[in-house]
């Protein structure tokens, strides 16, 4: 059977079509949105209907929409399922059907032989997940799907109640899990998820939230005057499954660019488990950069820009890392576009232009790391000239400001070098460079959206990510 991305793609649309949804093409990533860097997830467009903003034209909408999450940076190719760029599959209930539509269409679709346009998987390596306090769910999961009441894992809030971080709708979800087998975790470690693969996601708007405070702490106002189903399947997520494949890197739409990488590098993917991380990471940004420049995103030192920037730098710092010194975006990028063409002709008609500005951001970072190598081989002679082992933080720090130079980078020469870098003394540097931007900024507050984005990223990253900081100096916590 086929079980490339484009044909569950395809089988999702119309299962849903045949339910009487209307299909809706993918938003571009970039929505006018003051509180989102880029559109993460499938129900971003629909938004103004699910406010009650605006009448929707349909009360059943299917879609496969482009998401770029920036958070989940420094998991790729760590887990088994983080991209920065990913299609999320959804269908959607404006006023219509609700808990019990959601459960049935989506067991349905997963639980259907192949043949029948259905997913195939197998009903007894699935578990639904619950909010809680949602007994209602548990009821519909055992009455529509038969699984019995010790396949249902109960959640707390943290991951199965969603809201949109700010007084709205709200409401319980339910999470369809895939077993993978204990391989990827132990028997009933819900937290292991790698093995208990979260692949959809359904969410049932049914609250009015006066105040959230965060993701566990929120006032429920009352019941929506309409409730809404909002569901997000993670297409790359499926593809893996029904692939055979470990991960998400290693699908169709995904693969031949690690296997361009090793050719390139001469190194081989499935031998080194640090690697292996970077061909994955490589084959993920290519990816994520290109269909951000596909939508218009520009390379800079700052918001969106800054996002792209980044990706652009870890791409090519990984090839660096597997040993691939030259121009590595101009091979890579046209193996991850003939890839991605299909679903999205826009990235051949708008070639030129999307190279372009891949190309020349890697060209400069090229010149940002020739810069970068001279002074750190400088700082390196006279460390060692000075009987010492140790890199002193200003000098990591120094290369960090003047060259943009990142500190992980900083740390892997030095090893090379047999030093090792006073990071302490550079984080040091970077808190006090860092306060003194954040003074900064308190005058200039609310000038930049999504700053949970940033925050994400300093979680994510903690303090020794160089790039991190460049982005604080507008934030204005
Ligand atoms: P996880 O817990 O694995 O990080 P999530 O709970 O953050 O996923 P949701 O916000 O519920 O994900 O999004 C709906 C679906 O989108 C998920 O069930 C998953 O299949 C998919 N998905 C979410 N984040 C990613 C990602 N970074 N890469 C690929 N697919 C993703
Ligand atoms: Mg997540
Ligand atoms: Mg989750
Ligand atoms: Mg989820």
Redesign the pocket.
């Known amino acids: 059977p086929d079980t490339s991305s484009a044909d569950i793609r395809r089988r999702f649309v119309e299962h849903f079509e045949a339910a009487g949804h209307t299909a809706v093409p993918s938003a571009p990533l970039l929505v006018d949105d003051p509180n989102l860097l880029f559109v993460n997830?499938g129900m971003v467009p629909f938004k103004p209907f699910f406010l009650g903003q605006e009448t929707p034209p349909y009360q059943r909408a299917v879609s496969v929409q482009k998401c770029v999450?920036t958070p989940?940076i420094e998991?790729v190719g760590k887990t088994t399922?983080?991209?920065?760029f990913?299609e999320?599959c959804g269908n959607f209930s404006f006023g219509d059907y609700f808990k019990a539509g959601a459960i049935e269409l989506a067991w349905d679709l997963i639980t259907k032989p192949v043949a029948d346009g259905g997913f195939g998987l197998e009903e007894s390596r699935l578990y639904p997940s619950v909010y809680e306090d949602d007994p209602e769910a548990v009821e519909l999961w055992k009455k529509i799907t038969g699984v019995p009441d010790d396949r249902i894992a109960r959640l707390g809030k943290s991951e199965n109640y969603w809201s949109m971080g700010v007084p709205g709708p709200g409401g319980p979800c339910s999470?369809i899990l895939y077993d993978r087998g204990p391989a990827y975790g132990a028997d009933g470690d819900f937290g292991a998820?790698d093995r208990y693969l979260?692949?959809?996601?359904l969410v049932f708007m049914q609250d009015e939230l006066s105040a959230v405070r965060s993701k566990v702490d929120f006032d429920i106002a009352g019941a929506l005057p309409k409730q809404n189903i909002d569901t997000?399947?993670?297409l790359?997520?499926v593809a893996f499954l029904l692939q055979g494949k470990d991960n998400?890197y290693e699908i169709d739409t995904m693969f031949p660019v690690i296997e361009r990488a090793q050719e390139l590098s001469g190194r081989r993917y499935g031998a080194d488990p640090v690697d292996d991380v970077r061909f994955r990471v490589v084959a993920d940004h290519v990816r994520s950069s290109m269909m951000l420049i596909g939508d218009g995103v520009t390379p800079g030192n700052e918001s969106r820009g800054y996002v792209l920037r980044r990706l652009l730098r870890r791409a090519v710092r990984s090839m660096r890392l597997l040993g691939y010194e030259d121009r590595a975006l101009p091979e890579l990028f046209p193996v991850s576009r003939d890839r991605m063409a299909p679903g999205y002709p826009a990235l051949t008609a708008d070639w030129d232009r999307i190279a372009q500005v891949a190309f020349a951001e890697e060209d400069a970072f090229r010149s940002t790391l020739r810069a970068g190598t001279q002074i750190f081989d400088n700082a390196a002679v006279e460390t060692k000239a000075a009987g010492a082992t140790v890199l002193a933080g200003e000098q990591a720090f120094a290369l960090h400001d003047t060259y943009g130079f990142p500190i992980d980078l900083t740390l892997e020469m030095a090893a090379e070098n047999g030093l090792t870098v006073d990071e302490e003394g550079f984080r040091a540097l970077m808190a006090e460079q860092r306060n003194r931007a954040k003074a900064d900024a308190k005058s200039k507050k609310g000038q930049h959206a999504d700053t949970s984005v940033y925050r994400g990223i300093l979680d994510a990253n903690g303090p020794t990510e160089w790039l991190a900081y460049e982005t604080l100096t507008t934030e204005s916590r």
């Not at 399922?81 to 920065?84: D, K, P, S």
């Not at 979260?198 to 996601?201: A, F, S």
């Open positions: 997830a999450r989940d998991d399922r983080h991209g920065t990913f999320m999470e998820e979260e692949i959809w996601n997000g399947m993670g790359e997520r998400m």
